[in-house]
């Protein structure tokens, strides 16, 4: 009996192991991001942007990953995504920008429980066929047991092999501002 | 004992299965959807050399564009080969709203040349899907305001109706970017004058035309475009229209520049009515710079 008892005990204990990490992965497909590369100097708003980044962490683990389809990224001028797809992302050739990282400090946040957490995420992002190091701070925003995440971070395009001709230099940022953010929800498997 | 084996195997099951995906959390939600996209930039500009390109204006996007072409290469030292004199020179406007219909107006030296036409992009090739090219319509109408210099001599004027002094130019353009480097259009064109220039001319050409490009570097690219006049229409002495040029793109703008045997800048002169050759060296040099605006 006694047998029977911790069998049934540690099905139910296994159950809820299994229902823990299902149930602590957080997805989004529609994150707004943003790509903005506006000198100071100039009247030209060089700022892309899109709905459909995807993010996914993995709370146990602090894993965190997320994505970005480098044609969905939509500039208000024409040329200026023409361009932005042609001569400096070269988008058909590295199609995605992907970032596989993981949040340093995961257990300050509680995603249970209402409030605003920081924290800082870091890992390699890859982008026109370049692998980095970055390290950015995100705000997670837990209310009603809906999460909210987002970043603001800034990368040098030199880095990534993006090269500004120097006609452009006073119109093209070295520095590209990003921000990445969206209402996650549960990822039910 | 025993339970401790059972639970182990649990636990052991448990993590095995919760494990290996986090390798790859991005697939456990799928490939980011693909937006609906086109093949972006199958020629660098609406114009290739003298021939209009399957590309319309991107929305909301004026285009002025300004096209210069020197004097021929034959006419030798003395005129310094084509740079002091009898050069043409074209501006234009084009604009578009949607990214899809535009339309232009423009201004050619030669023959004191106005024109306007529309040009509509009637299937926009995918970017990995069908469908599989880019088709483009294109139709143009072309007013002279040259006086006829033999008025007093033959005793009456050529153009005493307005409308003699009209031609028209339309024509069907089929394109496909085969690959970030290459791209090809081909283009059956009509070109109607409403006034000949012999009386055994034929008021309509048709012409069979080409036009491509390699884009060998992120900003470079050579090119190409080629008019061949399989109609007979007339006894004066013509040429096909032939191109080579280079393409050069400086962030704003894109600067063209080539080597061409036509003089004329609007369709109805270089498609029909090239009277140079390359063989003599009836070639001249020439450029395009095109400067885009949002509006």
């Known amino acids: ?189 | 004992m025993k339970f401790n084996r059972i639970f182990s195997l649990f636990a052991f099951l448990s993590f095995a299965v919760a494990l290996p995906a986090q390798d790859d959390l991005l697939s456990l939600v799928g490939e980011p959807e693909a937006p609906e996209t086109h093949a972006i930039a199958t020629f660098k500009g609406t114009r290739l050399i003298n021939f209009h390109t399957l590309e319309v204006p991107g929305k909301r996007t004026l285009d002025f564009r300004i096209a210069h072409r020197f004097g021929s290469f034959n006419s030798g030292w003395y005129d310094f080969y084509g740079l002091d004199g009898g050069a043409s020179i074209r501006l234009s406007f084009e604009y578009s709203y949607d990214g899809r219909l535009a339309v232009g107006i423009g201004r050619t030296s030669l023959d004191k040349m106005f024109d306007g036409f529309v040009k509509y992009r009637l299937l926009r090739q995918g970017d990995k899907s069908k469908p599989w090219v880019s088709v483009t319509l294109f139709s143009g109408m072309y007013y002279t305001i040259l006086k006829d210099p033999n008025k007093d001599a033959n005793g009456y004027d050529k153009y005493e109706h307005a409308s003699s002094r009209i031609s028209y130019c339309h024509q069907v353009i089929v394109g496909r970017k085969f690959n970030e480097h290459f791209s090809l259009q081909i283009a059956p064109v009509m070109v109607h004058y409403n006034q000949v220039q012999d009386f055994s001319d034929n008021n309509d050409v048709y012409l069979l035309t080409a036009a491509a490009r390699y884009k060998f570097t992120k900003r470079l690219a050579v090119t190409a475009e080629y008019g061949w006049r399989f109609w007979d229409y007339t006894r004066t002495k013509y040429y096909d229209s032939f191109g080579i040029g280079l393409d050069v793109e400086t962030g704003g703008h894109v600067f063209q520049v080539h080597i061409t045997n036509s003089l004329g800048l609007a369709e109805n002169q270089f498609y029909a009515r090239t009277n140079n050759k390359w063989a003599n060296g009836g070639i001249r040099l020439g450029f395009n710079i095109s400067r885009v605006f949002t509006l």
């Open chain 1, 1 to 189: 009996m006694k047998n029977h008892f911790k069998v049934f005990l540690s099905a139910l204990l296994l159950i809820c192991i299994t229902d823990l990490v299902q149930a602590q992965r957080l997805f989004t497909r529609s994150a707004n991001v943003s790509f903005d590369a506006t000198t100071n100097s100039s009247l030209e708003v060089v700022d892309a942007k899109t709905n459909t980044g995807t993010l996914v962490i993995d709370v146990p683990t602090g894993q965190v990953e997320a994505a970005v389809l480098m044609k969905s990224l939509l500039f208000e001028k024409a040329l200026m995504q023409e361009h932005f797809n042609e001569n400096y992302i070269e988008s058909s050739k590295y199609p995605k920008g992907v970032f596989k990282g993981k949040l340093d400090d995961a257990t300050k946040v509680d995603f249970t429980k209402d409030g605003s957490y920081k924290a800082n995420v870091s890992g390699d992002l890859t982008m026109h066929g370049v692998t980095k190091k970055v390290s950015a701070p995100v705000t997670f925003t837990v209310k009603g047991g809906k999460v909210a995440a987002h970043t603001d971070f800034a990368v040098v395009l030199k880095d990534f092999n993006i090269d500004i001709p120097s006609v452009v230099s006073d119109k093209v940022a070295k520095e590209a501002k990003i921000s990445f953010g969206g209402d996650l929800e549960e990822l039910k498997k």
